[in-house]
């Protein structure tokens, strides 16, 4: 993988989630004008987001979850932004985490699938707002595990401000793929879900040697599939593993090796087969993915060390729905705070 160089760090010593971080979080310079934000250690909201220079201008591949940390973000890329200010906006998906900064670039065209487009307001920062502050009182409320989903979305939404954000969509939507030429350099957008969320896209620049790949790809994280299938997100790994670039920025974590990649496909085609046998056998959901966290085989593989580990809820709950089995993926506000609850009371050992 290509050396890189931190061009702007925050020096912050403890990440949003309270952890010692693994890297230092900021701006780097990836090689061949081209830049990542990242964000120590890749767990919720913890977002990165690529710059790719192009002559005078420059596109943005995601903003942040929230209005400040998006101008934070952009103040450590002052320097390059002065000669060559923000042209082009692309969204890699429709999470907040990705795109709830987009209100700061009026008038700029904005890229996502179609398929992003139509899931754009598929949670409001109000509503995270509203259970920011709920998860405050639910905290203290032990019973039937209230408390722990008190602590669980607390930890996940106590760094972040969701005030004053109105959610922007693309101006530009495509379906399959599309080129965006900017200053004589191309950018291959490729749409590649429904796998982590319905509309996935990842960003190549092929003369840059470099590849974004939004959430589709986790380092040293626990993805998840909010959508599946999970074979859309295993084919899109398998095309970023075939690609000829020198540097693969995640959506979430340090930049990636092949490596990094392989083991994110080696996740999904462990959990998947695993949680067929268990479904089969009359597991239910919760008892399944617990069962998938206790055994032999996970607890040897690398995704154990992997943070929030928890998440195989959401991905199994996925799953037994695509095979028509009872799952806890109910829409409406009370059944996603079940389905978090749940999540949150998942023994990780
Ligand atoms: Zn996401």
Not at 4 to 9: A, E, K, P, V, W
Not at 120 to 137: C, D, I, M, T
Not at 192 to 221: A, K, Q, S, W, Y
Not at 318 to 338: E, F, K, N, V
Request: overall charge neutral; proline content about 5%; aromatic content about 8%.
């Amino acid at each position: 993988m290509k050396a890189t160089r931190l061009i702007s760090g925050t020096g912050r010593t403890v990440t949003r989630m309270g952890e010692v971080p693994a890297y230092e979080e900021g701006l780097y310079d990836t090689g061949h004008d081209t830049f990542a934000w990242l964000v120590p250690n890749g767990s919720w909201g913890e977002t990165n987001v690529g710059l790719v220079r192009c002559g005078g201008s420059t596109v943005l591949i995601d903003t942040c979850w929230d209005l400040h940390h998006t101008r934070e973000m952009l103040a450590h890329a002052d320097a390059i932004l002065q000669a060559a200010p923000i042209s082009h906006l692309i969204n890699t998906h429709a999470d907040g985490d990705h795109c709830w900064g987009n209100q700061l670039f009026p008038g700029i065209p904005i890229y996502s699938t179609q398929a992003c487009a139509d899931q754009l307001h598929h949670h409001r920062p109000r509503q995270l707002s509203a259970l920011k502050l709920g998860s405050r009182l639910f905290s203290h409320v032990p019973v039937h595990g209230v408390d722990a989903l008190g602590r669980y979305m607390g930890a996940m939404l106590r760094p972040y401000d969701f005030s004053g954000i109105h959610v922007v969509g693309a101006t530009q939507t495509f379906s399959g793929q599309l080129s965006v030429e900017v200053e004589g350099i191309r950018l291959e957008l490729m749409e590649v879900g429904p796998g982590h969320t319905n509309g996935d896209c990842i960003v190549h620049v092929p003369e840059r040697r470099v590849v974004f790949t939004g959430d589709i790809l986790f380092v040293n994280v626990t993805p998840v599939a909010w959508a599946g299938p999970v074979s859309g997100i295993t084919g899109a790994l398998k095309r970023v593993l075939e690609m000829d670039v020198d540097v693969i920025v995640p959506g979430h974590g340090p930049l990636a090796t092949r490596a990094d990649v392989q083991r994110q496909i080696d996740y999904w085609e462990w959990l998947e087969p695993s949680l067929r046998t268990l479904a089969s056998h009359g597991h239910k959901v919760d008892e399944a993915a617990q069962l998938c966290l206790d055994s032999k085989a996970f607890r040897k593989a690398p995704f154990s060390r992997w943070r929030a580990a928890e998440r195989i809820f959401t991905s199994a709950c996925t799953l037994y729905r695509a095979w028509g089995l009872p799952h806890a993926r109910d829409s409406g506000p009370i059944g996603q705070l079940d389905h978090f609850r749940r999540q949150a009371l998942l023994r990780v050992a």
